[in-house]
């Protein structure tokens, strides 16, 4: 029987003695998994996947595998094993009225949906509501919790935007015990597009919000609640009789919300922006900032200027989503073309335009979440960052959630169908759970 | 030469001139004498005219008489001439020597008879006597020449070259000859030459007396005196061979020829004999050589070459060649058809013992059978690759992008959907279904975000091209409705509102169709409603001209043609036509120029409204026209039509399509240009969506490139009608398609 020479390495707390093996070429990749668990004679089976010279992970035999890499049986293999993804299971669903545009999971044991029927809703992960706020006259299209630097448990801010041209900044209270004041405070309005907008993001220490809007402009914006209302244009501010329905529904949500005016806009795209987001390692108002749109561009800003440093111009791929990963190396973004598009935003920017690989899907891709570099902190026992931070999620219209380990772009790692036929439009993944919303809802699904 | 020839024919004249008077009285006599036998043969037929045969036939008779006559009379004078002509030759043989080719005789008396005898030169052999010492460039000698007729010489020299054959004219240069030349008519063929020599003096004498029936000798002399050689005094005969009478036959005509004769004359004239119909094959035939081209065929092919003998054949074959006892066991043992020669190598020391070839019968009948299964010609075969013929298209990659995939479906819970419209911007869709739901939604998820019901099945929706209002406008029985959709900037929502419900109206035009704007409403229903005429029925189309002001309707009823042209600014509906000939399907508004098309059942008319006058009318060749749409340039119209066929027409060019494409199985629907991108789609009762890849050049001299890029299939064929529009996305390679299975589908590049 052929067999070809391996050496193992791992990250895990498994680590296996470091010595050549000869393994047979017909193996796969339970058989690797069993031989580690039986090297080490784990009390518990613990299931493992297999990169092969850190670029692919072992689907195949390994013969398969040597054979279409041209490997010769003289190499010796370096194979980095880690634990398997398990399947995703589902674990709860929370029903919706309307469709869910945006959820977030970013404060703890709590999720954050927006919706299309203008309503910003809080769960903790019992599945109880705890509280509804009607922020919005229209379909909210994107909210997201702002970071706060006080460590404030019993509140927390939300940015929200929204089809009614107008983003929003509202005060939710967690804590069930002040039942008497009302759970939530609308906090302010920001006004600057002319078109609805597509995303809104805040930075990571809660300082500024990046505002994208199908009209082509990117607002930066603080966070800081003026005093009284900034002067804004008036061709912006709602028509009394025009917008009457929506005038209601705004009074009931909130009537002391303060306009706000950004701080400066970017202007350089020239179609609808469909993302922006600050970088990760930025500042307060400093640092870099990254956005895409329809037309074809990921751009990158310079947060404090106020201009695009950098382009990478895809030909014929309208964005629908960028995310990027938790050092902020690697921008993914998702196109039209059923595909998303990596690129490593560390190399010079003459190779920038080129993609260093593409996930591509059955299906129109509409969000990606990258792992989050720290798990959170409640799920003990989680996957160490070291094997996360390759790996992302992206949601699609036919319902299909993917896992996908950027080393290997070939396929997915997990595929989770979440609902058949039925759009999912947001994904949030924090630690080992995945919530994912969209046309249907909520599901929440266990991941690894 | 020919000077003196000349100079010859004129002293004969002269001559013949001085001869002919005396002459004439002495040949009299004889003619008169063979005009009295024919007389008699006259008289003959004459006293036949008893029979009834001859009296059937009376204009034969005088006719033949006549001629006869006529005959004789140029017989007679040709009689004379070579008389005269005897007697001048008489006259000339004395002076001219050198006209003699026969040896000269002397009359010379006798020794041993004492009487006068001619007496021949002795002839010499030398060279001059012998022909093949002549000066005769064609050395071939006496062998047919026809032999050289495909040839381009006529035979060699005396150094074995070619004689070239020399140029000969036609007939009518010969002619031209003749008139030119007057002793051209004294030349004569040659054939060892294969030219036209004029004849000598001497030939042209020999040719005469022959003619004549002379003696062709010049010295031959017809009055000698006579030599009494048996009459005379002591040359008596005493004893005759018979003493019987002479008989009566000696001078009497035959009886019995005459009946014979007669009965033939008679079967003549009753047509029972045919004569033979002269032989029209005349050789020297006047034709036009050019009539024929010349057959440039070429030359048939050599037959195959036999193989030729090798070492082994021969009697006398070195040793190697010689086979094995094994070998020749081996060669007996195979079929002749598997061996490998059909002859064992044999050797006979010397050649006197080889024996007679056995096989020469067999050899020889192979060698036939050869020749009868080579090829005669040679055939140039076409080595076409059939894949050549097909014109080389660029591939569909490289002509992205194009919508390829279903990215998402909206779906109409009941109805079919019948029209949509796609926002100036690309964002927004508008669909209409036949339960009269009108529902806006976005094109990148598919939510829709507002949802108004009318009163009646929705024919058509169109957004308003302007980019400072938001508007769209459907079409539904009788009635058009202006729908504002939500979320826009107090500006943009503001102008609308002022332009479709004006605070102060203006002047009211006097129209048959009225408009009602109701502003208070104007969140949930249609801000504006233009009443058409009452059973003008489903408007079917609507069409925005590209300023965005004016707005064409066609109506669905056949009563009356339902164009009907809505300004929005001045609140006026007019009809642009007072009689059309035929029932509109169609209208399109041209997007650079002030024309505008009207498609009718088969016809698409080209108005210019700014001179009122027809500029052209295209025939598609369709039965009955479904869709059309204009390319953004202006300068191309796509029309399809319910028999499947889709015509693309270049206005520049022809009335006739430029190009037709039958792609579909099933009727036509809807068809549109991309406004920005190079393609076109085409949608159909098959279920199916066709995107076409279509550039259109600037330059004039390019065809427009049409390449088929994508079937897409997704819509379901309900009760017979599949995919009911299509229309693009503004600003993105994506199409929106309305089926009537009740689905709106979005498909991504």
Redesign the interface.
């Known amino acids: 029987m052929a067999s070809h020479p391996v050496v193992f390495t791992t990250k895990t707390p498994y680590p296996l003695p470091s010595q050549k093996f000869m393994i047979p070429l017909h193996w796969k990749r339970f058989q690797l998994s069993q031989l580690i668990n039986k090297a080490l004679s784990l009390p518990r089976p613990v299931p493992f996947d297999f990169l092969i010279r850190g670029a692919d992970i072992l689907r195949g035999t390994l013969g398969e595998w040597t054979a279409g890499n041209g490997v010769g049986e003289e190499d010796t293999l370096e194979i980095e094993y880690f634990e398997s993804v398990l399947p995703p299971q589902r674990m709860s669903s929370l029903p919706h009225e309307d469709?869910v545009?945006s959820i977030s999971s970013q404060i703890p044991q709590h999720i954050l949906t927006a919706s299309?029927d203008g309503h910003i809703r809080l769960f903790d992960y019992s599945q109880s509501l705890l509280v509804d706020v009607p922020a919005h006259g229209?379909?909210i299209t994107s909210a997201c919790p702002v970071p706060s630097s006080s460590q404030d448990a019993e509140s927390s801010v939300v940015a929200s935007a929204s089809?009614?041209?107008t983003a929003r900044l509202t005060r939710i209270s967690l804590s069930p015990s002040t039942s008497a004041s009302p759970r939530f405070h609308s906090l302010a309005s920001l006004h600057l597009h002319?078109?609805?907008l597509s995303s809104i993001s805040p930075n990571t220490t809660g300082t500024h919000l990046l505002t994208a809007s199908?009209d082509g402009l990117i607002g930066l914006w603080d966070t800081n609640i003026p005093d009284n209302d900034d002067p804004v244009p008036?061709?912006?501010?709602?028509?009394s009789h025009?917008?009457?329905?929506k005038k209601k529904r705004k009074v009931t949500a909130s009537t002391d919300a303060k306009r706000k005016v950004p701080l400066s806009i970017f202007k350089s795209h020239t179609?609808?922006v469909s993302k922006a987001l600050f970088s990760p390692d930025s500042g307060n108002g400093n640092g870099k900032a990254y956005s895409c749109g329809?037309d074809s561009t990921v751009r990158t800003w310079d947060v404090e200027m106020g201009v695009c440093v950098d382009t990478i111009t895809a030909p014929?791929k309208?964005f629908?989503d960028l995310a990027l990963t938790a050092d902020g190396h690697i921008a993914l973004a998702a196109s039209?073309?059923?595909s998303v598009s990596i690129y490593d935003l560390r190399s010079s920017s003459s190779s920038l335009t080129n993609s260093i690989g593409a996930l591509t899907h059955p299906?129109?891709v509409?969000c990606i979440v990258p792992s989050s570099g720290a798990p959170a902190k409640s799920t003990a026992g989680s996957l160490d960052t070291a094997y996360t931070q390759h790996q992302l999620i992206t949601g699609a219209?036919d319902g299909i959630a993917r896992l996908w380990d950027l080393r290997s772009t070939k396929a997915a790692v997990a595929v989770f169908k979440v609902w058949h036929e039925k759009?999912i439009?947001s994904v949030d993944w924090v630690g080992n759970v995945v919530s994912v919303g969209g046309e249907d809802g909520v599901e929440m699904w266990k991941v690894g | 030469m020919a000077v003196a020839d000349l100079k010859k024919s004129h002293k004969k004249r002269k001559q013949r001139e001085d001869v002919e008077e005396p002459e004439k009285g002495a040949f009299e006599e004889a003619v008169g004498l063979e005009m009295l036998s024919d007389e008699e043969k006259d008289a003959e037929a004459e006293s036949d005219k008893d029979d009834n045969e001859v009296d059937v036939f009376p204009e034969i008779d005088t006719r033949s008489d006549s001629e006869d006559e006529d005959f004789e009379d140029s017989e007679d004078e040709d009689e004379e001439e070579e008389e005269e002509e005897d007697e001048e030759e008489d006259e000339d043989s004395g002076e001219d020597s050198d006209l003699q080719i026969f040896p000269k005789s002397k009359t010379v008396v006798s020794d041993i008879t004492g009487q006068p005898k001619r007496v021949f030169p002795e002839i010499e052999p030398d060279y001059d006597s012998d022909s093949s010492t002549e000066e005769d460039p064609n050395r071939v000698g006496n062998v047919p020449m026809h032999w050289y007729d495909d040839l381009p010489h006529i035979g060699y020299d005396i150094n074995g070259k070619r004689v070239l054959r020399p140029a000969r004219g036609d007939e009518l240069d010969k002619f031209l000859q003749t008139v030119e030349d007057p002793s051209a008519w004294t030349a004569a063929f040659d054939k060892n030459t294969q030219m036209d020599k004029p004849l000598s003096a001497e030939e042209l004498d020999i040719i005469r007396r022959l003619q004549a029936g002379e003696n062709p000798d010049t010295n031959y002399d017809p009055y000698e005196p006579t030599v009494e050689w048996f009459t005379g005094k002591g040359k008596e005969e005493i004893m005759p061979l018979s003493s019987a009478p002479e008989p009566k036959r000696r001078w009497l005509p035959s009886k019995w020829e005459k009946q014979k004769i007669m009965k033939i004359v008679r079967a003549i004239r009753q047509g029972r004999i045919i004569g033979s119909k002269p032989t029209s094959s005349d050789k020297n035939q006047v034709y036009a050589i050019w009539n024929e081209p010349p057959s440039n065929q070429p030359p048939p092919l050599p037959a195959p070459k036999p193989r030729l003998p090798t070492n082994s054949e021969s009697y006398n074959p070195p040793e190697e060649y010689l086979p094995t006892d094994a070998e020749r066991e081996q060669w007996e043992k195979t079929e002749p058809e598997d061996r490998e020669r059909d002859y064992l190598p044999q050797k006979y020391s010397a050649l006197r013992l080889v024996p007679a070839y056995d096989r020469f019968i067999k050899e020889r009948f192979n060698r036939q059978l050869d020749l009868y299964l080579a090829p005669r010609i040679q055939r140039t075969k076409l080595n076409i690759d059939p894949n050549s013929l097909i014109p080389k298209l660029p591939s569909p990659s490289s002509l992205k992008p194009f919508p390829n995939y279903k990215s998402l479906k909206f779906t109409h819970a009941k109805g079919r959907v019948r029209c949509l419209g796609v926002s100036p911007d690309g964002a927004w869709v508008a669909s209409g279904d036949e339960e009269g739901v009108v529902s806006l939604w976005e094109v990148n998820v598919g939510r829709e975000v507002k949802r108004w019901k009318v009163d009646s099945k929705v024919g058509a929706i169109e957004w308003c091209p302007r980019t400072d209002v938001s508007f769209f406008v459907a079409g539904i029985e009788e009635k058009l409705h202006f729908f504002i959709p939500p979320h826009l900037t107090p500006a943009v929502s503001n102008l609308t509102q002022s332009l479709l419900a004006p605070a102060t109206l203006p002047p009211a035009t006097q129209s048959a169709i009225k408009w009602t704007s109701s502003a208070a409403s104007s969140a949930d229903g249609s801000i504006l409603t233009i009443n058409l005429p009452p059973a003008s029925g489903l408007p079917k189309q609507l069409t925005w001209h590209r300023k965005g002001d004016y707005l064409a309707s066609v109506s669905s009823s056949e009563s009356q043609g339902g164009v009907w042209m809505h300004q929005i600014s001045r609140r006026h509906s007019q009809a642009p036509f007072k009689k059309i000939k035929g029932t509109v399907q169609l209208v399109l508004f041209h997007p650079t120029k002030p024309h505008f098309f009207v498609a009718t059942q088969r016809y698409v008319r080209l108005y210019n409204l700014a001179e009122q006058k027809l500029l052209k009318t295209l025939m598609p060749g369709i039965k009955w026209i479904s869709s059309m749409d204009v390319h953004p340039s202006g300068d191309h119209v796509i029309v399809g039509g319910y028999d499947r066929k889709l015509c693309w027409f270049d206005l520049e060019l022809s009335d006739k399509p430029y190009k037709i494409l039958r792609y579909h199985t099933r009727a036509i629907r809807s068809l549109q240009f991309h406004p920005t991108y190079p393609l076109f789609a085409s949608s159909s009762d098959d279920g199916s969506i066709q995107v076409f890849h279509a550039r259109v050049y600037s330059d004039l001299m390019t065809d427009p490139l049409i390449v088929p890029l994508k079937i897409l299939r997704g819509h379901d064929v309900r009760e017979g009608l599949g995919v009911l529009q299509v229309k693009w996305a503004s600003r993105q390679p994506w199409l929106v398609s309305a089926g009537a299975d009740g689905n709106v589908l979005v498909w991504c590049s």
């Open positions: 469709w545009s299309y229209a379909a089809h009614d041209l002319t078109l609805p199908w008036l061709s912006l501010l709602p028509d025009s917008d009457q329905p179609n609808r329809f014929e309208p629908l039209t073309d059923r299906a129109t509409s219209y759009k439009l």
